[in-house]
């Protein structure tokens, strides 16, 4: 008897190919090597590395973490150590995995930062592609460039230029409508978005009259902002033509579904992996069943697949 092949999970961004749709978040997996013998690294679609710098970043005041009901608060600063510490120390361990590694990059002070930033690593091949990190909320400055569609457009236009890897710009939901800036960043040239980054949030110790994150205020993730995130998902898939990766409170594998129905084409796992490292593997093992169960050979036939409500 001939066994029949099982659904198909496999999914292309630009020019990235993946053998299943489901990534980690960059910040919440470190540099990969801080998980291994926790899963098999191997099994996931794509890793997404905590983002780096030029410079080594000490990031913010402790404390840097707290939670707050059905999620937490975070403000690490984006500690890191820099590009060529990065390359030196941290790259050769995520080489040697054999999937795609999306490296997450930022700028501290001059947009210009990124473009040196992509230059450097286009000229790595083990490097699969580079999520622009334009939407961090914890850098204290009173703008971001996700937050302004020209100023997208214009820093993606130059890098698009700089190199001919898989960009992948990640965006705020801190917007008045991020559909608008999605748009700015597709008509650039960007191969793909994310979203969600994190919501701005601040939670207060009322006993100590102190708030609780060294630096004041940080971003909320975890389940709370799910519907928020599926929203905004599903707002861009109608608005743009490129590839979403979808981000915000996935937990489960039901969770993750949201946001393929919504439009994703890809899912990014965050938060959940501080309390479950291996959750991954288990949304990856939960899409197989869920499509098997479906009848459903390929996940392009659920991407944006929402029915309309009736009673």
């Known amino acids: 008897m001939v066994k029949k092949p099982g659904p198909d999970l496999s999914v292309k961004i630009g020019s990235l190919h993946l053998k299943n749709p489901v990534m980690v978040a960059s910040g919440t997996f470190g540099y990969a090597e801080e998980f291994n013998g926790l899963l098999d690294l191997k099994k996931l679609g794509a890793i997404v590395t905590k983002t780096i710098t030029i410079k080594p970043r000490q990031g913010n005041l402790p404390p840097r973490t707290c939670e ?3 999620g937490m608060l975070n403000s690490i600063g984006l500690e890191n150590p820099g590009i060529d510490k990065f390359i030196g120390d941290k790259l050769p361990f995520l080489k040697k995995l054999g999937i795609p590694i999306i490296i997450s990059i930022a700028s501290e002070d001059d947009p210009g930062e ?3 930033l992509a230059e450097r690593l286009d000229k790595i091949s083990a490097i699969s592609a580079i999520e622009l990190n334009i939407s961090c909320p ?3 400055k009173n703008k971001l460039i996700s937050q302004d569609a020209r100023e997208t457009f214009a820093l993606i236009s130059a ?5 001919r890897k898989c960009l992948i710009t990640k965006l705020s939901p801190n917007v008045t409508s991020i559909s608008d800036i999605a748009l700015a960043a597709q008509e650039a040239g960007s191969d ?3 979203l969600i980054n994190t919501l701005a949030g601040m939670s207060i110790d009322v006993h ?3 708030p609780k994150l060294g630096s004041w205020s940080g971003g909320l993730s975890g389940p709370a902002i799910r519907p928020v995130a599926v929203k905004m998902v599903w707002d861009v898939y109608n608005k743009i033509k490129i590839p979403i990766i979808g981000m915000g409170g996935i937990m489960d594998t039901e969770s993750a579904l949201e946001f393929f129905l919504a439009g994703a084409t890809a899912i990014s796992v965050g938060t959940a992996n501080f309390i479950n490292p291996g959750i991954s593997l288990d949304i990856i093992s939960g899409l ?4 098997a169960d479906g009848g459903i050979q390929s996940l392009s036939n659920i991407i944006g697949k929402l029915k309309e409500c009736k009673d």
């Open 68 to 70: 707050t009901p059905s």
């Open 114 to 116: 990124f473009c040196i």
């Open 138 to 140: 914890n850098l204290q």
């Open 159 to 163: 890098l698009r230029k700089l190199t």
């Open 192 to 194: 793909a978005v994310a």
């Open 208 to 210: 100590k009259r102190t």
């Open 288 to 291: 197989e069943k869920y499509m």
